[in-house]
């Protein structure tokens, strides 16, 4: 938001830390991110620092690591309070979570969105049903199910209605860059939605994000891009899109620090050791059920391991150009309050309502105006003036710190941020493939940690971590994390069989101190 000669001075500050030159956006916020946003008063993340003199720009510019941005504010382009009027949205990942919530949106306001292209993977059931109700002119899916997807579509017999049928990343890519869309509202997990997002903003659409890894893996190499193509970029998390939120009317340079809020998952009331004593398959089954939220299954590991809330200090770094320091993790049991912002002047402005994702979908894609909707409890339908009666859970909200020996994967995305580069890659990657092994009953949920702490410190001890990356970089980074991650779980199932291998390994060892790896 900043202009003219102020943003001038800071480009060669921000281009020595990124490998690509920025415009005045992304040059004068980098400079906003240390000198202007935040105070250098005290820290709140664990392991911070606080002390005078640590700011990120120097710490990021001694690393040679890429700095984070205000990504939101300033690439937030539209002025305008109307509503929208048929706006045309491309949806990647419409058959999951976030792409049926987001054609719910559009059902409930017909006339103000347009789903004209949707991209899918195995799941053809659904996908022939939105396209049979939607009739978007891009149909993307995975390459195993194409021609199942083309019969389908012909048996659905819809007149003068011959859609683009593709697979595979190119079908993606395709449904992302279609000339019509406006806003792609990015719902594919992982970092398989890095590439398609990219090709999006340089094909000048705006970005609704749902997609944690994009930012999270693909920072340094999203922020230049979306300056370079003038594109927004809002967030879809409720969490980030709470923050946004509630910075709609602070002056540039008010905001102190940012609290993101986390249940605490659905084994927040118990210990570690009791968590020890429990049957591993009734651990897994349970980390897959959340007290408060419907939502996918890896989304749902995450909240129990809290590593969600550690990727989320990762994404609201780059989203709104924030110091580690000033990122705080707080433990919100009721899910009402969806994340706040401390002001300088002590003032925390919250925002609260169900958990339900349909909001921060709606506000992503209406923004600035504030759209009329209904928008019930989508657990038991009921409005949210009931809460305010304060029966039963209704009307509480507490707050705590969680304990970070209990959830070491929220220390573990500090410190993965902290060091920058392609690290943050390799610990999504890695955390990604050990979820995906714990659902696959390769590994028991409290293996978890200790395999992400494993896979960081083989990435250290053998250079893995580039601290400028390119999209390349980042590319390799999420391939080596999921193989390492593969790596440490092996390497743990042969020792514990007693099969002696002279690389070096991890066990993983569980105390009352919490989860760890160590050497043997």
């Known amino acids: 938001s900043l202009r003219g000669s102020v943003a001038q001075a800071a480009a060669p500050a921000a281009d020595a830390g990124s490998s690509t030159g920025l415009g005045t956006f992304f040059s004068a916020a980098a400079v906003a991110a240390a000198g202007r946003i935040l105070s250098t008063r005290r820290g709140a993340g664990p392991g911070a620092r606080g002390a005078r003199g640590r700011r ?111 697979s595979g990343q190119a079908g993606q890519i395709a449904a992302a860059t279609y000339a019509e869309a406006k806003t792609v509202v990015t719902g594919i997990v992982g970092c398989a939605g890095l590439i398609p997002t990219i090709e999006a903003i340089k094909a000048g659409k705006d970005i609704a994000l749902a997609n944690k890894e994009t930012l999270i893996a693909g920072g340094p190499v999203i922020a230049p891009l979306l300056a370079k193509y003038g594109v927004s970029m809002l967030p879809v998390d409720s969490e980030h899109s709470a923050i946004f939120q509630c910075m709609q009317g602070v002056p540039d340079g008010g905001v102190k620090k940012i609290i993101l809020t986390g249940s605490g998952g659905t084994f927040r009331d118990l210990s570690v050791e009791e968590m020890k004593a429990m049957d591993p398959e009734v651990l897994r089954q349970r980390s897959t059920t959340h007290p408060n939220w419907d939502m996918g299954a890896k989304i749902t590991v995450d909240s129990s391991t809290m590593m969600n809330k550690g990727l989320e200090v990762i994404e609201a770094h780059w989203l709104y150009g924030i110091d580690y320091d000033n990122i705080e993790v707080v433990i919100h049991p009721q899910s009402i309050v969806h994340s706040a912002v401390e002001c300088h002047d002590t003032a925390v402005l919250m925002q609260a309502g169900w958990p339900d994702m349909r909001l921060p979908i709606l506000y992503a894609l209406s923004h600035p105006s504030r759209v009329p909707a209904d928008l019930p409890n989508p657990r038991d339908g009921r409005d949210f003036d009931d809460w305010w009666t304060g029966e039963g859970k209704d009307g509480k909200l507490t707050f705590s710190k969680p304990d970070y020996e209990k959830y070491p994967c929220v220390k573990l995305a500090y410190k993965a941020g902290r060091r920058g580069g392609t690290m943050p890659a390799i610990l999504s990657a890695a955390n990604e493939r050990a979820v995906e092994l714990l659902l696959s009953k390769q590994i028991d949920f409290l293996d978890i940690p200790g395999t992400l702490e494993a896979v960081m410190a083989k990435a250290e001890a053998e250079s893995k971590v580039v601290n400028v990356p390119t999209l390349e970089d980042i590319v390799e980074a999420d391939q080596w994390g999921r193989q390492a991650a593969d790596f440490v779980v092996k390497e743990r199932k042969e020792r514990s069989l007693g099969v002696r291998q002279a690389d070096t390994a991890f066990f993983l060892e569980l105390s009352p101190q919490g989860i760890r790896a160590r050497e043997p």
């Open 56 to 166: 990120a720009v120097a710490r990021s510019a001694t690393a040679g690591v890429a700095q984070a941005r205000n990504l939101v504010g300033t690439n937030t382009k539209e002025t305008s309070n109307a509503p929208p009027k048929h706006k045309k949205i491309s949806i990647l990942g419409s058959t999951g979570s976030i792409g049926t919530q987001t054609l719910d949106i559009c059902r409930q306001h017909p006339g103000l969105f347009e789903p004209v292209a949707l991209a899918a993977g195995k799941n053809l059931k659904v996908l022939l049903e939105q396209v049979k109700e939607w009739k978007p002119a891009v149909v993307a899916c995975d390459d195993s199910v194409l021609e199942e997807l083309k019969a389908g579509v012909a048996a659905l017999k819809i007149p003068r209605y011959a859609p683009q049928l593709v």
